[in-house]
């Protein structure tokens, strides 16, 4: 991998695909979270799988980006059926390519779960990327069709260890829920959600900036009609479950992590705006983690051997 080579990392998910484009992947620096939000050389775009030929979008959109077909794709996935027509189609329009799909084997983190080979790896490489710019122990909150709380723990000179965590239904997944069991309750509100809740906001996921975002006080009161319940009720318990969570998992720090710190948020993924906006406890809002933590996996790799992974 030479200096111009170019490196593009994919976060596949279950409903949309994060990418992001690098040349020269910088070393993590805890204090350096600004690469996706306008630093050189970088880029970051989210595409929805809904969209019929979101591979071709993939390809189209990093073809206007890369002069060449001499590419590293580093892939995250979880949804095998959607990265699977991708790479075929990264085959079909570009010439000379590297695809390497990370499991869990390449995380260079402790992962002390029942079964590491089972765990989304978008959390692993999230955890990682997490665990580089910001001192443990660490809640790492991913919200997307689910949402992940992890527990990342370690002292200033050990190894970050994964510690698993929890998984609950995302906004869409919670309102879909409501929508098909529930009668007279229609499923109206979509990807609007976010920017659509009083008090919350929803930002592109290639503008929205990095910010460390202080307690909300503001109270939600009863809702005057049923979507008002209804997203007061849903944001509620995302958001109750993320600050319950944080408080019991930091209750164990004394057996995993001796550093005595108050963990650290940081709250990413598709709908992390609009539940930012509702967070009553401090959080750092980090846009595209798992991409961050695909290009400090390939900046690892080339400091130990250029040539990808085995």
Same mark, same amino acid.
């Given at each position: ?19 992001? %484009?690098?040349?020269? $992947?910088?070393?993590?620096?805890? !204090? !350096? ?11 970051? &775009? ?34 095998? +059926? ?8 990264? +085959? ?20 002390? =779960? ?5 765990? /989304?790896?978008? #959390? ?8 580089? &710019? ?9 919200? /997307? ?10 002292? @200033? ?15 869409? *997944? ?15 509100? /979509? ?14 996921? !290639? ?7 202080? $307690? ?5 009161? @009863? ?6 319940? %209804?997203?007061?009720?849903?944001? +509620? ?16 720090? =004394? ?5 005595? #710190? ?16 509702? *967070? &009553? ?5 980090? @846009?595209?983690? =798992? ?17 990808? *992974?085995?």
């Amino acid at each position: 991998m030479s200096g111009k080579h170019t490196i593009v990392a994919v976060d596949v998910g279950n409903s949309a695909a994060k990418i992001a %484009i690098g040349q020269e $992947p910088p070393k993590p620096e805890v !204090d !350096d979270i600004t690469a996706f939000s306008g630093g050189p050389g970088q880029r970051l &775009r989210t595409i929805s799988l809904d969209q019929s030929d979101w591979t071709t979008g993939v390809c189209r959109w990093v073809r206007q980006h890369v002069a060449g077909d001499d590419i590293t794709w580093w892939v995250s996935t979880v949804n095998r +059926a959607a990265s699977q027509p991708l790479q075929r189609c990264v +085959a079909e329009q570009f010439a000379s390519f590297q695809w390497h799909a990370i499991d869990h084997r390449a995380i260079p983190m402790e992962i002390e =779960v029942d079964f590491p080979d089972r765990v /989304g790896i978008d #959390r692993l490489i999230g955890a990682y990327a997490a665990s580089l &710019r910001f001192p443990r122990p660490l809640v790492i909150v991913d919200a /997307g069709s689910a949402v992940t709380i992890d527990w990342v723990s370690g002292g @200033p000179s050990d190894a970050s260890t994964f510690h698993g965590g929890a998984i609950l239904p995302g906004i869409r *997944l919670q309102l879909a829920a409501l929508a098909n069991g529930t009668e007279g309750i229609e499923p109206t509100f /979509g990807s609007s959600f976010g920017s659509s809740i009083e008090g919350g906001s929803h930002v592109a996921a !290639d503008r929205q900036p990095n910010i460390d975002v202080q $307690p909300n006080i503001d109270v939600l009161g @009863p809702g005057k009609n049923t979507q008002q319940a %209804i997203r007061r009720g849903v944001m +509620a318990g995302i958001c109750g479950g993320i600050e319950r969570l944080a408080v019991d998992y930091a209750r164990t720090s =004394v057996k995993t992590d001796a550093s005595g #710190r108050v963990p650290q948020i940081v709250l990413t993924g598709g709908d992390a705006a609009a539940i930012s906006g509702f *967070l &009553r406890v401090e959080h750092v809002l980090l @846009p595209g983690l =798992v991409c961050r933590g695909l290009f400090d996996l390939a900046w690892r790799k080339c400091q130990t051997g250029c040539g990808g *992974l085995e």
